[in-house]
Antibody, heavy 118, light 113 residues
Framework: EMQLVESGGGLVQPGGSLRLSCAASGFTFSDHQMEWVRQAPGKGLEWVGR??????????DYAASVKGRFTISRDDSKNSLYLQMNSLKTEDTAMYYCTRYYYGLDVWGQGTTVTVSS | DIVMTQSPDSLAVSLGERATINCKSS????????????LGWYQQKPGQPPKLLIY???TREAGVPDRFSGSGSVTDFTLTISSLQAEDVAVYYC?????????FGQGTKVEIK
């Protein structure tokens, strides 16, 4: 069974940092482009960014709202995806989902909650 | 960025009746080289992550009931639930994956009348 499990969420003050992790299993992680999507409380889905696979040079792309503050990385040897979040703002408060891109986003984790508040 | 606009924002449909959700993109999401529309539909039930229902605008994901269907091309798309069941109560989102940044519609909440 394909599975994604996020971890690392929590409460952080504005301006702080947090690193989210996503552990993948049940598929060949290294073959796939991976993406992060977030959802603020009671709101819709917002794409955060993506990282492509080794064949595509691990290139990354980000939403304008997080560019320069968030960094996506991966460790294929550990079947893991990461989201380093710096200079956090209150508007970054959301559930963060790790997703696999295939034809659309076909595998989703349960999400991890990030709350940015003083 | 490509803006995705769904209509309506919400709808209430009787059990067994048809539900139709529209999605319009501000630019074409049709890739001419493979004639595929880079458009997906997702279902999100309360307290759960989204679930991919439809990709390439009209291809049903494995295990998705055949009462769900997708249609449309270029900039105008539709998700149809042919006979609404109680378990279909959810918020539905369209998303373009033609370019980055990926963008989602604002969501359509489907309820039972």
């Amino acid at each position: 069974e394909m599975q994604l499990v996020e971890s690392g969420g929590g409460l952080v003050q504005p301006g702080g940092s947090l690193r989210l992790s996503c552990a993948a299993s049940g598929f060949t992680f290294s073959d796939h482009q991976m993406e992060w999507v977030r959802q603020a409380p009671g709101k819709g889905l917002e794409w955060v960014g993506r990282i492509r696979n080794k064949a595509n040079s691990y290139t990354t792309d980000y939403a304008a709202s997080v560019k320069g503050r968030f960094t996506i990385s991966r460790d294929d040897s550990k079947n893991s995806l990461y989201l380093q979040m710096n200079s956090l703002k209150t508007e970054d408060t959301a559930m963060y989902y790790c997703t696999r891109y295939y034809y659309g986003l076909d595998v989703w984790g349960q999400g991890t909650t990030v709350t940015v508040s003083s | 960025d490509i803006v995705m606009t769904q209509s309506p924002d919400s709808l209430a449909v009787s059990l067994g009746e048809r539900a139709t959700i529209n999605c319009k993109s501000s630019q074409s999401v049709l890739y001419s080289s493979n004639n595929k529309n880079y458009l997906g539909w997702y279902q999100q039930k309360p307290g759960q992550p989204p679930k991919l229902l439809i990709y390439w605008a009209s291809t049903r994901e494995a295990g998705v009931p055949d009462r769900f269907s997708g249609s449309g091309s270029v900039t105008d798309f539709t998700l149809t639930i042919s006979s609404l069941q109680a378990e279909d109560v959810a918020v539905y989102y369209c998303q373009q994956y033609f370019v980055t940044p990926r963008t989602f519609g604002q969501g359509t909440k489907v309820e039972i009348k």
